[in-house]
T-cell receptor, first 114, second 115 residues
Framework: KAGVTQTPRYLIKTRGQQVTLSCSPI?????VSWYQQTPGQGLQFLFE???????NKGNFPGRFSGRQFSNSRSEMNVSTLELGDSALYLC?????????????FGQGTRLTVV | GNSVTQMEGPVTLSEEAFLTINCTYT??????LFWYVQYPGEGLQLLLKATKADDKGSNKGFEATYRKETTSFHLEKGSVQVSDSAVYFCALSEDSGGSNYKLTFGKGTLLTVNP
């Protein structure tokens, strides 16, 4: 069974640009969550999608957005990039939305904003 | 809101030493508790979990017991190996009618094991 796939693995963008990251969950998983990982703030929840609907959102500005497609694949978009957006962005998929359900993480997309 | 506090380290041990990484949590209800591990350049992997009080999660020689009375979920291993060198994250997830599904993580603890 293939794991969670994130593309691309690495990105370098210029301040002010926008970026789109992609996540393909494990087959059959319907919940996809996104997290931002930085040395200073650690792992912070961005948002969660289930059945193509955003179900939960973390405390991030509106420049961060996402969507989920009918095949459960998800994308997140960051507009008007700032230097502080440099981070590892992790996607996680779960079979359902029960708290006890384990999340499977992708390897992440390393975004560098210059 | 929910929160997780874990010792930040770094922790440096010699091979075969005993490991403890402390983790305490704050939650409004009855969370499920997890330990995730991150090896260099990789995403997070589930190490173990416990879903109710007094449950013990175990995997690869690691153990953690869900202690509701002390709101703790400390990670232990009796004899660490060089291959255990990684960053360890304590996390919780809480059922709230399905409206708030997410993981709340601690800051992570860097473990280095020397031969």
């Amino acid at each position: 069974k293939a794991g969670v796939t994130q593309t691309p693995r690495y990105l370098i963008k210029t301040r002010g640009q926008q970026v789109t990251l992609s996540c393909s969950p494990i087959s059959g998983h319907r919940s996809v969550s996104w997290y931002q990982q930085t040395p200073g703030q650690g792992l912070q929840f961005l948002f969660e999608y289930f059945s193509e609907t955003q179900r939960n959102k973390g405390n991030f500005p509106g420049r961060f957005s996402g969507r989920q497609f009918s095949n459960s694949r998800s994308e997140m978009n960051v507009s008007t990039l700032e230097l502080g957006d440099s981070a590892l962005y992790l996607c996680a998929s779960s079979l359902n939305r029960q708290a006890r359900e384990r999340a499977f993480f992708g390897q992440g997309t390393r975004l560098t904003v210059v | 809101g929910n929160s997780v506090t874990q010792m930040e380290g770094p922790v440096t041990l010699s091979e075969e030493a005993f490991l403890t990484i402390n983790c305490t949590y704050t939650a409004t209800g009855y969370p499920s508790l997890f330990w995730y591990v991150q090896y260099p350049g990789e995403g997070l992997q589930l190490l173990l979990k416990a879903t109710k009080a007094d449950d013990k999660g175990s995997n690869k020689g690691f153990e953690a017991t869900y202690r509701k009375e002390t709101t703790s979920f400390h990670l232990e291993k009796g004899s660490v190996q060089v291959s255990d060198s990684a960053v360890y994250f304590c996390a919780l997830s809480e059922d709230s009618g399905g409206s708030n599904y997410k993981l709340t993580f601690g800051k992570g603890t860097l473990l280095t094991v020397n031969p």
